[in-house]
């Protein structure tokens, strides 16, 4: 027997005016999927404990039976461990992520954010401009002193690490809960290294704000990185064997460094793909390719889907239905001819991590769907892959102890 998970970032939702009152889910033309629901099971499953935050560090830990309420410091610190950074005693890692900031002659409090990502920046100048800001004297000085440095992480998303720091008491928020909005509240508080933060995210807008980088991405149309953004703050972290848990080896394959974190922490194999960038534009195809390599190594392969999280926070409602029905026809259709090729038996656990709302943009703990298929049973349930026929099956209220549960039939 072999055991596909696919976690479809973000694809839950809620009610959407504008699809008449139907959800992306219920919108989108999932044959594949819709087809697996009738003839499996569909339920809900809450992934984001109530007191952590609503995001993927969270929710995807819970998949794969990490209890976040014993293991999660912060997101951050498990992107680090994608790159093989080891955090010290007394280092705090930081999500750093490149943004766009409003052209407004306005104090830098006023002004407005208007992208998490710099509008989806392309890897290559992300990190020519992440360095470049390091490099500059002024601000390498500033950040000598906070003792910070940066790892260019090749997307919008960078990791920050700060030695010798102080994370008691400290307020970061995640920016792409908070699009439009002056960023003033939303800025560093709650301690002196609060005031740190704050002044290093102030300079770094003085010196990328007209940096050449950003000049030449306006010229062509493009939204300028002309900020950064700390957030997810954690200290070294540790998660449990994935094979000791559940006595399966298996390949995690993800464009996200988070998903690839968990995968290094628990004992299972992080896979890149060339092409795959996260982002609604991505190599599908290879992701599925890498799934059945890894099914051929291994009993258990997990594909993480990150493009319905990223179109919902960049209010792309059509960009988020078209992640969902690739998700279906691009990677759970083929996967399913490949499987059936191979003459394997298998067992597909299919869902969200979170809800990502399209009338916010931003995250929600509500219980998402989950569709769980086995190739040796017909449940003849005749439902849908959607919110509301989730809801008609069995709730459970616990992802760490049920999702994988669920897949391994424990």
């Excluded at 992934?47 to 976040?68: H, K, Q, R, V, Y």
């Excluded at 293991?71 to 992107?79: C, F």
């Excluded at 769907?369 to 892959?385: A, E, I, K, M, N």
């Excluded at 809801?391 to 994988?404: E, I």
Aim: glycine share 10%; hydrophobic share 40%; net charge negative.
């Amino acid at each position: 027997m072999k055991y596909v998970l696919i976690i479809g970032d973000g694809m839950a939702d809620n009610p959407v005016p504008e699809l008449g009152g139907a959800t992306p889910l219920e919108y989108a033309r999932i044959p594949t999927l819709d087809s697996l629901a009738a003839r499996g099971v569909m339920g809900s499953v809450s992934n984001c404990p109530e007191g952590l935050p609503a995001g993927s560090d969270t929710a995807i830990t819970s998949i794969f039976g990490c209890d976040p309420r014993k293991y999660y410091t912060g997101r951050a610190p498990l992107e680090a461990a994608a790159t093989g950074i080891k955090l010290k005693a007394g280092d705090i890692a930081y999500r750093c992520n490149m943004v766009c900031y409003e052209d407004a002659d306005t104090p830098f409090e006023e002004k407005r954010i208007l992208s998490h990502s710099a509008g989806s920046i392309e890897g290559d100048e992300s990190d020519a401009i992440v360095t470049a800001l390091f490099a500059e004297p002024e601000f390498a000085a500033a950040a000598a002193e906070a003792g910070m440095s940066v790892n260019p992480g090749h997307s919008f998303r960078h990791i920050a690490v700060q030695s010798g720091a102080d994370a008691a008491g400290l307020k970061l928020i995640p920016p792409h809960d908070h699009l439009g909005e002056k960023i003033g509240p939303l800025l560093p508080s709650g301690s002196a290294n609060a005031d740190v933060l704050r002044s290093l995210m102030r300079l770094a807008h003085e010196k990328l704000d007209r940096h050449p980088l950003n000049e030449r991405r306006r010229a062509a149309g493009k939204m300028p990185a002309n900020g950064i953004w700390f957030w997810a703050e954690g200290t070294a972290v540790e998660l449990p064997s994935f094979e000791r848990a559940f006595g399966k080896r298996g390949a995690v394959i993800s464009a996200v460094p988070l998903c690839h974190g968990i995968a290094a922490l628990t004992g299972l194999e992080p896979v890149t793909v060339e092409g795959a960038t996260g982002e609604l534009e991505t190599n599908l195809e290879g992701k599925v390719d890498a799934a059945v390599a890894a099914l051929e190594k291994y009993d258990f392969a997990a594909i993480h889907v990150e493009a319905p999280d990223e179109c919902t926070h960049n209010g792309d409602l059509k960009g988020k239905i078209q992640a969902i029905e690739w998700l279906d026809s691009r990677v759970t259709k083929p996967l399913l001819e490949k499987l059936d090729a191979h003459g394997w038996e298998y067992r597909l656990l299919i869902l969200s991590d979170h809800k990502t709302l399209t009338s916010t943009r931003g995250h929600d703990a509500e219980p998402v769907p989950f569709l769980l298929y086995d190739s040796t049973v017909d449940t003849h349930s005749g439902l849908s892959c959607c919110e509301r026929d989730g809801a008609k099956g069995r709730y459970y209220p616990d992802g760490a102890k049920s999702c994988m549960a669920l897949l391994f039939g424990l």
